[in-house]
Structure formats: C-alpha cells, structure tokens
C-alpha cells in the first residue's frame, strides 16, 4: 500500500531546508507561472530575475533529494522554454526531452504572432542515464489517410496531442473541482490523465514521486492509485484540504481505471501500473458508497 503525505508549507522557504530524509524517485514541477494570477498566498507578479531565482532554487534543491538517474517534469509557458532548460543544466540536470503539450481546445489568440496552442514540459534527469523509463504504447485514432488499423499502437513520442487540458468553465467537465456555486475551484487544475502518463513512465511501483507545488493534488491522487509513495508541498490551506478530500475516497472523475486500455499494448502494462491495487482502491471506493447508501 503507497503512503501520501502534504506538507502545508511554502515550498520557496522549505526547500533549502529538506533533508535527505527520503529520496524522489519522480518530480512533477508545475509551478505558479509568474502570471499576475490571483493566488490567495503567493505573489504571481514578481520580477522575471527573481522569479526564475526561485526556480532555480527548486529547481537544485529538488535534485539534491533526487535519486541517480531519478526524473524531473517541468512545465511551464511556451514562451519560457529556454529558460526553462537553462535553469535546469545550471542546476545540474540532464534535458532527455522536450515535450509539446499540444492543447485539445481553441488556441489563444495573439494579435501580432500566431497563436499559442500548446505548452512545454522539459524532461530531465539526475545523471546521463533515466533510472527508470517505461516505453508505452498508446493506440491514438488512424489518420485519415491510414488503410489499415494498427495491430499493436504506437509508441509515445515528445508531442503529446491526445491529452485534454481542462479547459475554463464548464467545458472542464466532471474532471474539475468545484465549489457550492458551480464555479472552478482551482482554474490550473492539471488532468489526471496528463499525470498518469508522466507517472508511468517515469516511475515504477514503490517509488516516491515529489510534487513541490501541489495546487489541488492531481499529481499524489495518481500516485496513490498506481502504488507510488508521494509528497507534495501546499502552501495555501485550502488546497490541502481539498487533496485530503480527494485522496480519502478517489472521485469517479479521478480514477484511473477507465485510461487502462489507452495503453494496453505497453509491454508489462500490469507490472508498470500495478493494476490489482488500482482495483483494489476501486472496489473500496465501492464500499464506501454502498455503506453511505
């Protein structure tokens, strides 16, 4: 059985302070974006210096406490991808990809350049050589000049386009958390499926996946059901309350089941995924609801 813990801290005053106390194996770093976003704890207005001062502070930090050959996903603005890979070969990391998340919804007009359709997500690692990396396989649709279907999928590659965003609103759908009003709760809420292709490639069962900016949780909801350890660091309150929540009874939206036969021809699917505690998870979640009915 995996083991979760949220730390309720600010993640830019705690890093320098960790201790070797564990090791990550996998890092999701998801970070504010330096946006003007109206977060209730952190100032996403800073001076561009001083803001990417603070992620290369993470960014070191986090790989001091990273395992030899342990991962780290960086995502961040298009606009930013340079930066991004320099704050991490300054800090000691290895780039092994760059990878386009292309967005499934409208691109976002610009009125001077084209327009923004995707985001970047920098893989690297701590030394040369990936500790773990899980080839997968996903069957996408045919293009439509494709006579024939495929007879066992395709392997993964650095463009991701078949992964939804959740997009603003109610196009989010069931996925996004919401408060009494109908309204996002949280409007960065990454998808679970963008988290459990990172996770399963990256990581295998018993591993400890670190997410240094938890947001609403997706990143230890995921690693909970695939029988990963995880810790992630919060500072607001609010969104600690809401990844307890979600991780005391996984929500139909969160469960990772109904994505199993996106990538059924992954050689050792079972193994990498850990499949029997996902339905373990599963059939208690289906107690839990029996018993309140």
Request: hydrophobic residues 35%; charged residues 25%; proline residues 4%.
């Amino acid at each position: 059985m995996s083991t979760f813990e949220i730390i309720n801290e600010n993640t830019f005053e705690l890093m320098e302070m960790m201790v070797r106390e564990k090791t990550f194996d996998l890092t999701f770093l998801d970070p504010p974006f330096n946006q003007n976003k109206d977060y209730a704890l952190h100032d996403d207005n800073l001076p561009d210096s001083e803001y990417w001062n603070l992620m290369k502070s993470v960014c070191l930090q986090t790989r001091r406490l990273t395992s030899k050959g342990g991962a780290i996903y960086f995502m961040q603005r298009e606009k930013n991808v340079e930066k991004v890979l320099s704050c991490l070969r300054e800090t000691g990391w290895t780039i092994q990809n760059l990878i386009i998340w292309k967005k499934k919804t409208s691109a976002v007009p610009v009125g001077n350049k084209f327009g923004k359709h995707y985001q970047i997500i920098a893989f690297a690692t701590n030394g040369i050589k990936p500790r773990v990396f899980n080839k997968l396989r996903i069957s996408p649709p045919l293009p439509a000049n494709y006579k024939y279907a495929r007879d066992n999928g395709i392997f993964v590659t650095d463009i991701w386009d078949d992964i939804r965003e959740l997009t603003s609103g109610y196009y989010a759908g069931d996925e996004a958390i919401r408060k009494n009003n109908g309204d996002r709760f949280h409007k960065q809420q990454a998808p679970i499926a963008l988290l459990l292709r990172i996770i399963l490639s990256s990581s295998i069962p018993g591993d400890y996946i670190f997410d240094p900016f938890a947001g609403t949780g997706t990143t230890l909801v995921v690693s909970y059901q695939l029988n990963r350890n995880s810790i992630g660091i919060e500072i607001d309150p609010k969104n600690v309350e809401i990844i307890n929540n979600r991780l005391i009874k996984i929500r139909p939206a969160d469960n990772i089941q109904k994505y199993y036969q996106d990538y059924i021809y992954t050689e050792e699917l079972a193994d990498i995924w850990d499949i029997q505690e996902t339905e373990k998870i599963n059939q208690n979640n289906q107690m839990q609801l029996s018993f309140l009915g």
